[in-house]
């Protein structure tokens, strides 16, 4: 998984409801503070739904359990590399500041 794929992953995993393309697309170029090639967004999307990182019900998506056990140790090593290995960052004040939780993916996709 790539760091853009968790990006959309993440996105769709925090969704309350099923997520249409264009939703995703609006949510992580809002995160990434510039325009993302609706082509770029279309084929990750498409190899994700191959994987099985999400999954496709009509026009929207959604995101699957094999998504979360993938993404989970990406995530964990994010917040390490902002900590550098130290162990010495605050990490609740980070995951606040960053507004993660730290067993955000410990459950099923859509807090179910």
């Given at each position: ?28 170029g ?79 996709p859509?807090?179910?």
């Amino acid at each position: 998984m790539t760091a853009f794929e968790l990006a959309i992953f993440i996105c769709v995993y925090r969704s309350p409801s099923p997520m249409r393309a264009q939703e995703i697309h609006d949510g992580v170029g809002r995160w990434f503070d510039c325009g993302i090639p609706g082509e770029s967004l279309a084929d990750s999307v498409g190899h994700m739904t191959g994987r099985g990182w999400l999954i496709k019900r009509g026009d929207r998506f959604r995101a699957t359990i094999q998504g979360r056990d993938m993404a989970r140790p990406l995530m964990n090593g994010i917040i390490r590399m902002l900590d550098q290995g130290t162990r010495l960052l605050d990490v609740a004040l980070m995951m606040s500041v960053l507004q993660l939780t730290k067993g955000e993916l410990d459950s099923a996709p859509g807090g179910h």
